[in-house]
């Protein structure tokens, strides 16, 4: 091979995936694995070890997706592995309580000190949905406030896209959201305060809760300007209305008390997942005991899960945790991805390519536009068909990025300052190959 390909043949993948095409809705279990944002035939994975993936044809790849995020630890860790195995031995499911549970919730607990109770779900979209029901009976109120490319899983009232201005009413984003239960959903720019305080004109003592991606994730990486989270809880605690800290991503990944800890705003509720199940499914919502306390049994707020607390899932995210809790961690992973991000904006700029590199933390998105993003309209102006070259070219260069421009990528305590210099290394070629107009 030469010009750093390394990848050879992907004919096993494509031949699965024209099996699973007869199998599962366009042939995943979850949209983005389609590689329809890049185009190709998404690849298969056989097995991860560390910083590393391989496919089913063999492949070798640097792996900055993650599983999406949970794998801070990287795949396969020991401990991890370990707890898992151990807590396997003793049977796999009881729905019945397990110290387990607890354990976990001590962590989050000391991570967290806005959450005086935790209730662990089974997914980031079930936590989102149980803390705005919470929230709407804890106000006795209806409506709520997210922000444009903003994602808190896909329960009918959240997946809702903008009307024609801030103070309209929400759009189904989604065929079979009911539009009354998109009504109820106002969706306003991200990191834009004025129309928070429009939409709180426009409907007083109405609004029951803020959600937000205190860094937004689902559009990207995009930070939260200057004294935006501040004056979000001045607005919030102004109205009477409850501020939610979606930390799906951001928990135990850009701080161990996650976006809260690093920015010193404290929410009302904070929604937790990926990280917090080390790679195994779970989620989790807590918040104030006075609102903790609505939730059934102890009060009218009913949620239930016959696989909450799962103690497979509870031992992965205890074994993960734990790990995040040793000296430097944090530091190390703020290197490592300072490292990458700074090399890959300094890799586009040598091969002239417009190129942003937004970063907080170990999580990053290279978005293949000049100017900055700070919201999804700012987003929405990368240009995808380039996007999807550069992640062709890195593909063929062994280095596994997310399948979408808007997503963000994530670097692990199993990756080495090597990784992240070959991966630099890796770009200035494929941003080249990007920028052409043909592969």
Same mark, same amino acid.
């Given at each position: 091979?030469?010009?750093?390909?390394?990848?050879?043949?992907?004919?096993?993948?494509?031949?699965?995936?024209?099996?699973?095409?007869?199998?599962?809705?366009?042939?995943?279990?979850?949209?983005?694995?389609?590689?329809?944002? =890049?185009?190709?035939?998404?690849?298969?994975?056989?097995?991860?070890?560390?910083?590393?993936?391989?496919?089913?044809?063999?492949?070798?790849?640097?792996?900055?997706?993650?599983?999406?995020?949970?794998?801070?630890?990287? &795949?396969?860790?020991?401990?991890?592995?370990?707890?898992? &195995?151990?807590?396997?031995?003793?049977?796999?499911?009881?729905?019945?309580?397990?110290?387990?549970?607890?354990?976990?919730?001590?962590? =989050?607990?000391?991570?967290?000190?806005?959450?005086?109770?935790?209730?662990?779900?089974?997914?980031?979209?079930?936590?989102?949905?149980?803390?705005?029901?919470?929230?709407?009976?804890?106000?006795?109120?209806?409506?709520?406030?997210?922000?444009?490319?903003?994602?808190?899983?896909?329960?009918?009232?959240?997946?809702?896209?903008?009307?024609?201005?801030?103070?309209?009413?929400?759009?189904?984003?989604?065929?079979?959201?009911?539009?009354?239960?998109?009504? $109820?959903?106002?969706?306003?720019?991200?990191?834009?305060?004025?129309?928070?305080?429009?939409?709180?004109?426009? &409907? +007083?003592? $109405?609004?029951?809760?803020?959600?937000?991606?205190?860094?937004?994730?689902?559009?990207?990486?995009?930070?939260?300007a200057p004294g935006f989270l501040e004056h979000l809880r001045s607005l919030t605690r102004e109205h009477g209305t409850?501020?939610?800290?979606?930390? =799906?991503?951001?928990?135990?990944?850009?701080?161990?008390?996650?976006?809260?800890?690093?920015?010193?705003?404290?929410?009302?509720?904070?929604?937790?997942?990926?990280?917090?199940?080390?790679?195994?499914?779970?989620?989790?919502?807590?918040?104030?005991?006075?609102?903790?306390?609505?939730?059934?049994?102890?009060? +009218?707020?009913?949620?239930?899960?016959?696989?909450?607390?799962?103690?497979?899932?509870?031992?992965?995210?205890?074994?993960?945790?734990?790990?995040?809790?040793?000296?430097?961690?944090?530091?190390?992973?703020?290197?490592? #991805?300072?490292?990458?991000?700074?090399?890959?904006?300094?890799?586009?700029?040598?091969?002239? =390519?417009?190129?942003?590199?937004?970063?907080?933390? #170990?999580m990053f998105t290279g978005f293949f536009c000049a100017q900055p993003v700070t919201d999804y309209a700012s987003a929405?102006?990368?240009?995808?068909?380039?996007?999807?070259?550069?992640?062709?070219?890195?593909?063929?260069?062994?280095?596994?990025?997310?399948?979408?421009?808007?997503?963000?990528?994530?670097?692990?305590?199993?990756?080495?300052?090597?990784?992240?210099?070959a991966t630099i290394e890796a770009a200035a070629t494929a941003f080249k190959v990007a920028a052409a107009r043909e592969?």
């Open positions: 091979m030469t010009d750093g390909l390394v990848s050879t043949s992907t004919v096993r993948s494509a031949e699965l995936f024209a099996r699973a095409k007869n199998l599962l809705p366009g042939g995943v279990d979850s949209p983005v694995r389609a590689f329809r944002g =890049v185009g190709g035939t998404p690849l298969f994975i056989a097995r991860g070890k560390g910083a590393t993936i391989w496919d089913v044809d063999g492949n070798r790849y640097v792996d900055y997706l993650a599983s999406w995020g949970p794998l801070i630890a990287g &795949h396969a860790h020991p401990g991890v592995v370990a707890a898992i &195995h151990e807590a396997a031995n003793r049977g796999t499911s009881f729905g019945a309580p397990t110290e387990a549970e607890l354990e976990l919730a001590e962590l =989050v607990k000391q991570a967290f000190p806005s959450v005086a109770l935790v209730r662990f779900v089974s997914s980031g979209t079930e936590a989102a949905m149980s803390a705005l029901r919470l929230a709407r009976a804890a106000t006795g109120r209806e409506m709520l406030i997210k922000f444009d490319g903003g994602y808190h899983g896909h329960a009918d009232g959240l997946l809702v896209q903008a009307g024609s201005g801030p103070l309209t009413f929400g759009q189904p984003d989604s065929p079979g959201v009911p539009r009354e239960s998109a009504r $109820q959903t106002l969706s306003v720019p991200y990191n834009d305060l004025p129309a928070v305080r429009d939409a709180f004109q426009a &409907h +007083p003592g $109405q609004i029951a809760a803020v959600i937000v991606e205190p860094v937004a994730g689902n559009m990207g990486v995009v930070p939260p409850l501020l939610i800290f979606d930390e =799906v991503i951001t928990g135990f990944r850009i701080a161990l008390g996650g976006a809260q800890e690093r920015f010193r705003v404290t929410p009302d509720l904070t929604c937790l997942g990926k990280i917090v199940g080390g790679g195994l499914p779970v989620g989790a919502y807590g918040g104030r005991g006075d609102l903790m306390q609505q939730i059934s049994p102890l009060g +009218p707020v009913y949620q239930a899960g016959t696989l909450s607390g799962n103690p497979l899932a509870m031992a992965a995210g205890a074994a993960t945790v734990r790990l995040l809790t040793e000296p430097g961690v944090y530091a190390h992973l703020e290197a490592l #991805s300072a490292r990458l991000a700074d090399g890959l904006q300094g890799a586009a700029r040598a091969a002239n =390519v417009a190129y942003t590199a937004n970063r907080l933390g #170990s929405k102006k990368a240009d995808t068909q380039v996007y999807a070259r550069f992640f062709h070219a890195m593909l063929d260069r062994g280095i596994y990025f997310a399948p979408s421009q808007f997503e963000a990528g994530f670097v692990s305590l199993a990756h080495t300052e090597a990784d992240i210099d592969l």
